[in-house]
């Protein structure tokens, strides 16, 4: 009943002429792709040619942060308009490189996954532990804190346009993956939390992908999990037949 969705998070990689080269591979093989939801996630700047290229295809487009405000002196910032304009569905917050980095604290991942859900954009909340945290056994104390907090006061029926991703920050773009069982313990958890937090109804049917290094090698294993629905992809889905690879393993 949850219908898997594998995401490519481009981070800051693709100038716009790497960005078409890229979506015509993926076009190849996934235009026509329905059992497995698929999205792309490419920077700003490719979203327009990415967006005009996937119009008659099943994927997806999402983008990788959102501002919290509607509109005005918030320089830098990207508005929930603009990405609509450009018929975006999706949008990753909370991602640990914006956490880490420009230090994005629980509250304005709650502020900004409430202003997507007000305008019908689907967020992508990222949580996940630090090294530091697992080896000190605090792996579901920090995730509880993070789903709570970037989650809090979400309508339950307002959890179907939710997507949670698990992303144990020691896995993302070092090559180590967290293994089938570490990612399921850590899924199930979620999934309970939010049964918690607004019943079981929604918590069933909310999707939790994981993230951090899955590749065409590992993914069959990490999505034949019970609670795991799918995946965030970093660094292999910078090439079209890694991506598509991990997607095939999703069907
Ligand atoms: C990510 O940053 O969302 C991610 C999962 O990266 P990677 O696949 O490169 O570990």
Redesign the pocket.
Known sequence: MRKTIIAG?W?MNKTIAEAVSLVEGLKRELADCVDVEVVVCPPFTALKTVSDMLADTQIKLGCQNMSSEDDGAYTGEISHTMLKELFVRYV?LG???RRDYYKETDFWVNRKVKKALEKNLRPIV?VGEKLKDREAGNTEKVVEAQVRGSLADIPAEQFEEVVV?Y?PVW?????KTATSEQAQEVHAFIRGIIRDMVGDQAAAGLRIQY?????PANAKELLSQPDIDG???????LDANSFISIVKAGL
């Open positions: 998070n981070k990753i991602h640990s490189e990222c991703a992303e896995a993302i773009g070092t090559g993230g951090g290094s899955m590749k995946g965030l992809i970093g660094g292999a889905s």
